[in-house]
């Protein structure tokens, strides 16, 4: 049974930071791309950064200079580092891993607001 965890979400002011992450299990984590996503009242679901399995990365233009992607194989742990926060980061964020045999894994969520 595959599931990702996520953790580390909370209220933060504008301009801080919060480091996310997911633990994942039932899969061979260290072959998956792995994601961080993110849905905001009202919004549609959003990408925010992928790490590859060979560890190359990409952000979302709103993220890009402020969130870091990172990987520990050995934990079967995918991080988000966010810094300089904003309002508009606030939102439910999701760890996303595969495809892993065409199927496309999510973990629950966890809720980030940020303050001005």
């Known amino acids: 049974q595959v599931q990702l965890v996520e953790s580390g979400g909370g209220l933060v002011q504008a301009g801080g930071s919060l480091r996310l992450s997911c633990t994942a299990s039932?899969?061979?984590?260290?072959?998956?791309?792995m994601g961080w996503y993110r849905q905001a009242p009202g919004k549609q679901r959003e990408v925010v950064a992928t790490?590859?399995?060979?560890?190359?990365?990409n952000y979302a233009d709103s993220v890009k200079g402020r969130f870091t992607i990172s990987r520990d194989n050995a934990k079967n742990t995918v991080y988000l580092q966010m810094n300089s926060l904003k309002p508009e980061d606030t939102a439910v964020y999701y760890c996303?891993?595969?495809?892993?045999?065409?199927?496309?894994?999510w973990g629950k969520g966890t809720l980030v607001t940020v303050s001005s």
């Open positions: 996303n891993a595969g495809p892993v045999y065409g199927i496309v894994y």
């Open positions: 039932g899969i061979d984590f260290r072959f998956n791309a």
């Open positions: 790490i590859s399995s060979g560890g190359s990365t």
